[in-house]
């Protein structure tokens, strides 16, 4: 079973819940960091890296001898990243999605490939050897998230139990990176910015139909807004963590939710269940 | 026209609720919320919206399924996976994979792949209490993010002129990528809110590259810094080897919540420490900026 833990605002506890569902587990799990523009589990898990591996994304050479300055290619090019004033054209690598367009409409054959690296992922293994740790980090001044977050969840195995730490937001990267998830945890506050954009996330996942529940953190902290539209909207909240400044002083030093809540295991480890039973219930 | 940008990396270290501030204190202003996948600007300075403009930004690619002969073309051509097999055994387009390229609409034989513009969400043009406003809503999930920032900006940039406004604040999405690359170009400042923990220094040091990367200079702000003090003193230590400059410390004030759910602004909830505090690190703003 794959759970994503995914939120609309940031710096909610995404993190914080994937690393205790992942640590409060007994099972054999795999922790995909799909942040990859801040990818903080590792901060928590600290896994042994044992291989490391580039994310490449294929951009376009220009043959100038076989180009004909046609300027087809630039034309064609929905994300400007080939320019052509009647030479051969300027390719603006940062800017391409690889879609192979221009090689495509360029009568000359003129173009070719080669890879330019955005990103990186690292295979580790903590707790042990139980936590698979698998991380994905965009390369400051890189643009696209997506292909990073593709090759992280191409690492994640179709079968078992695995955990998707997301980024925050409602745009593309969240949904590459929640899609093909069986599960959604989506993580909140008790204060209206983390209600607002706890709507905007449960519209989310309710366009890709996939079953979620709500976890509210810090839960005592805030009003009473998100419990109050999770009743509403008839949403379960699948846990509730208390506040404790032992937590956040906990969490500053790179401590997880159940080192600092040491009651938070038995309710973390029994999620999975509590979500497979609900899913085969439907 | 100056314009200040307000960025964390780091989701959720109070960065909405210092840009409220900033709007309360400054003069002259004009402010913009490029956090545009999740705006929370507006519940801090409730806007009037004056107008709304839908964004349109890309095309999507749709399949005639009555002109579609099966081929499968458009799905070996298409790097996105975005094309999916009908019950039928012909071709749809699924609308979250789809990027726009084109390539299936040039490839199909038949010509069968309509093109339509892509209706990504809205952007508004609004008054608030601290002065004129420009926000934005991405649909849901929707692509483009980083173009509509670019709108939001450019807008705004616009609306200052017309105005006679000398300074553009602007709250900046998290992260490190497109949305926030397309918030930071450009601009006077940069002013990065953190929090003493782990993931807010590692967090912050990404975007202290980012901001080098794009010659924008930056200032930090370590906020709830009495969490972890050790670690703020490493952060602000951080902070001057990445060539920025640390301007302050905030106290964990839960002040911050309340003014949250009355709907205002720290500065216009109470008085004390934390509110001391922001308005010195605004006036060290305002003369880093002359």
């Known amino acids: 079973m794959r759970i994503a833990v995914a939120s609309g605002k940031g710096g909610t506890g995404k993190t914080t819940v994937a690393v205790a569902l992942a640590m409060a587990s007994s099972e054999p799990v795999v922790y995909a960091d799909c942040d990859v523009e801040e990818p903080n589990g590792s901060i928590f898990l600290r896994p042994e890296v044992y291989k490391t591996e580039k994310v490449l994304v294929e951009v376009p050479v220009i043959n100038e001898e076989k180009c004909t300055s046609c300027g087809k290619c630039a034309r064609f090019c929905r994300f400007n990243a080939l320019v052509s004033l009647g030479t051969p054209p300027l390719v603006f690598p940062e800017l391409c999605h690889s879609c192979g367009g221009c090689a495509i409409v360029c009568p000359a054959d003129a173009i070719s490939w080669t890879g330019n690296t955005i990103g990186e992922i690292s295979l580790g293994k903590a707790d042990g050897g139980r936590v698979s740790v698998v991380q994905g980090k965009l390369n400051v001044g890189s643009v696209l998230a997506p292909p990073v977050i593709r090759q992280v969840k191409s690492h994640i195995p179709h079968d078992g139990f695995s955990v998707i730490d997301c980024p925050p937001g409602t745009s593309c990267p969240v949904i590459e990176a929640i899609g093909e998830s069986d599960y959604v945890l989506l993580v909140t506050e008790p204060t209206p910015f983390g209600l607002h954009d706890l709507k905007l996330a449960v519209n989310t996942v309710r366009e890709l139909g996939l079953p979620f529940s709500v976890v509210i953190n810090r839960f005592d902290e805030g009003d009473r807004g998100v419990e109050e539209y999770c009743s509403q909207e008839n949403i379960h909240i699948m846990v509730k963590i208390p506040h404790r400044r032992a937590m956040a002083e906990t969490y500053s030093r790179g401590g997880t939710l159940l080192d600092g809540i040491p009651e938070m295991r038995e309710v973390f480890k029994d999620i999975p269940r509590i979500i497979e039973r609900g899913i085969e219930e439907k | ?290």
């Open chain 2, 1 to 290: 026209m100056k314009e200040i940008v307000v960025i964390s990396g780091k989701g959720g270290t109070g960065k909405t609720s210092i840009t409220g501030c900033f709007a309360a204190l400054a003069e002259n202003a004009i402010l913009a919320d490029c956090d545009v996948d999740a705006a929370d600007l507006h519940m801090l300075l409730a806007p009037e919206i004056i107008s709304r403009t839908d964004f349109i930004s890309g095309n999507e690619a749709v399949v005639r399924e009555d002109d579609c002969t099966g081929c499968g073309i458009c799905r070996e051509k298409c790097k996105f996976d975005a094309i999916e097999v009908t019950p039928a055994g012909k071709y749809r387009v699924n609308p979250y994979s789809c990027e726009g390229c084109m390539v299936c609409v040039e490839v199909c034989p038949v010509k069968a792949i309509d093109f339509p513009p892509n209706h990504c969400g809205e952007w508004y043009f609004s008054h608030t209490r601290f002065g004129p406003m420009v926000h934005a809503r991405l649909g849901i999930a929707q692509e483009n993010s980083g173009k509509l920032v670019s709108t939001v900006r450019r807008e705004a940039a616009a609306k200052a002129s017309e105005l006679n406004r000398d300074l553009l604040i602007v709250d900046g999405p998290p992260g490190i990528g497109c949305p926030v690359i397309a918030s930071i170009t450009g601009a006077s400042l940069l002013v990065v809110v953190t929090e003493p923990t782990i993931s807010g220094k590692h967090d912050m040091k990404r975007v202290l590259e980012l901001a080098k990367h794009f010659s924008v200079p930056a200032l930090v702000i370590v906020n709830k810094w009495d969490i972890n003090p050790e670690m703020t003193a490493e952060i602000e230590k951080d902070t001057v080897l990445a060539g920025a400059l640390p301007i302050g410390r905030i106290p964990y004030d839960r002040a911050f919540t309340v003014a949250q759910i009355n709907g205002r602004t720290l500065v216009e909830e109470t008085t004390g420490e934390a509110v001391e505090n922001i308005t010195t690190i605004w006036e060290k703003v305002c003369r880093k900026l002359k």
